[in-house]
Structure formats: C-alpha cells, structure tokens
C-alpha cells in the first residue's frame, strides 16, 4: 500500500476515533465537576470543563494530523507560519462565537450546547485550512518534478507543441504520452548527451 494511501485512511479513521474520546471526556468531566460540587444542572464551571476538555482534544487531534502529514509537506516559513495561524485563528474565531452564544443565547439550556458544538467544530475548520495552505503551488510542482526550467514540450513523434495542454496526447498526430515519457524527450533535447 502506498504511502500516500496509508496517510489518507489513518487520517479519516482518526477523525472519529478523536470525536468520540472527546466527547467521552467532555461526559466525564462533566460528571466529576457535578459530583464534586453536587450542583444539580449545568453552570459555568460544568460547561468551562466541558469547553476545556474539547479544545485539549481538538489540540491532540491537530498534532497527530500534523504528525501523519509533515513528511509529505514541503516545509517553508509560509506554511510553518500558515500552520500556525491556522490553529490560532480557528480557535479565536470559533472562541469568539462560543462567547457571543453563551453571552446572547440562555445559558443552561441552549448556550452551553451550542458553545461546545462551536469548540468542536474548530478544528475540522482548522484542518480544512491548512489543506489550502499545505497544497504545493505550481511553481513548487515543477521544481518536484524537475521541469521548472523546461520551456517547450514537443511532441517526440512530429514535434508539436504540447506547451500549455492539459492532456497527454497529441492533438497534431494522436500519439499518447505519459508525463514522464515528455519530460524525458523533453530533457534530452534541451540536454545535449555528449560534447563533441
């Protein structure tokens, strides 16, 4: 099994595996403030540890994403910083409706629920986020691949210009190529073998 492949199911098995320890923790940590203050419905202190055990949650699942993804990302201060900013910002904003929620909506019946769906939808938008911010640009792309200073691909049975196609066949003769096929002709025509 491919790597890639390996990454991929690790990381959507993972998803609700977290849900469901943080939502088993968020219980239980509910449970013990009741019992320990033996209050009878939910106040600031039960919904406090509830918000608290999510964000914990929220914040291993983010490292162990980060841990199955960082060797197949192309690290550099842009995405170290986006990374970042991911992970601050989505829990700024999502921390930011929950206090709007528990502030306007009524506190025990519907704010509390409500701030603790906010909080646990953060770091799924956290997750979306850095998606756009670990894709590799084009440039980065052709740099992978070696053909950031290829200029023309040409056709290796009648030269036709395939600059700029999305497809890997020859409109001119029909002939189908795989990438690595034009790059290879491509390299050896602007390459020359021996120096005579």
């Known amino acids: ?70 060797g197949v990302v192309c690290w550099n201060s842009a995405r170290k910083h986006s990374t970042v900013r991911g992970i601050v910002y989505g829990y700024l904003i999502m921390g930011a409706l929950t206090a709007i929620g528990l502030l306007v909506l009524p506190f025990p019946e519907v704010g509390g629920p409500v701030g603790c769906v906010l909080i646990a939808l953060a770091p799924p938008l956290i997750l979306i986020f850095w998606m756009f911010a670990w894709t590799e640009s084009p440039r980065e792309r052709a740099k992978r691949l070696g053909i950031e200073n290829l200029r023309r691909v040409l056709c290796p049975n009648c030269k036709y210009d395939l600059s700029g196609l999305t497809n890997l066949s020859c409109p001119e003769c029909g002939h189908h190529y795989t990438l690595g096929t034009l790059i290879e002709e491509t390299r050896k025509r602007e390459v020359p073998t021996s120096l005579e």
């Not at 918000?51 to 699942?61: F, K, M, R, T, Y």
């Open 1 to 70: 099994m491919p790597r890639l492949v390996a990454r991929l199911i690790i990381s959507v098995c993972m998803l609700p595996i977290l849900a469901a320890c943080a939502g088993f923790s968020a219980a239980l940590s509910e449970e013990l403030v009741r019992r320990s203050f033996n209050w009878q419905q939910r106040d600031p202190y039960s919904v406090g540890g509830f918000l608290g055990v999510l964000v914990v949650w929220g914040l291993i699942g983010l490292g162990l994403f980060w841990l199955i993804w960082r």
